[in-house]
């Protein structure tokens, strides 16, 4: 039998932080105008409580020009 390729760690590793940064995209999207959050409670939204330097970073390179 032939097993399929396995991805590289470093590829999977990448696609899990694009997911991680549209998930954080998604959830800034979802804030109302007007209204302010915290690094931290979007990361606890996303089920991932110690992740606020996390969405930090995904902000800082956020291509949307619409969210702050």
């Not at 999977?12 to 109302?32: I, T």
């Not at 105008?33 to 956020?62: D, F, H, W």
Request: some cysteine; charged content about 20%; proline content about 9%.
């Amino acid at each position: 039998t032939v097993s399929a390729p396995q991805t590289p760690v470093s590829t999977r590793k990448l696609n899990m932080a694009g997911s991680f940064r549209d998930s954080v995209y998604s959830r800034v999207a979802e804030v109302p105008c007007g209204y302010v959050t915290t690094y931290g409670e979007i990361a606890r939204s996303l089920k991932k409580p110690q992740a606020a330097r996390a969405v930090g970073q995904a902000m800082r390179s956020n291509p949307h020009s619409w969210v702050p």
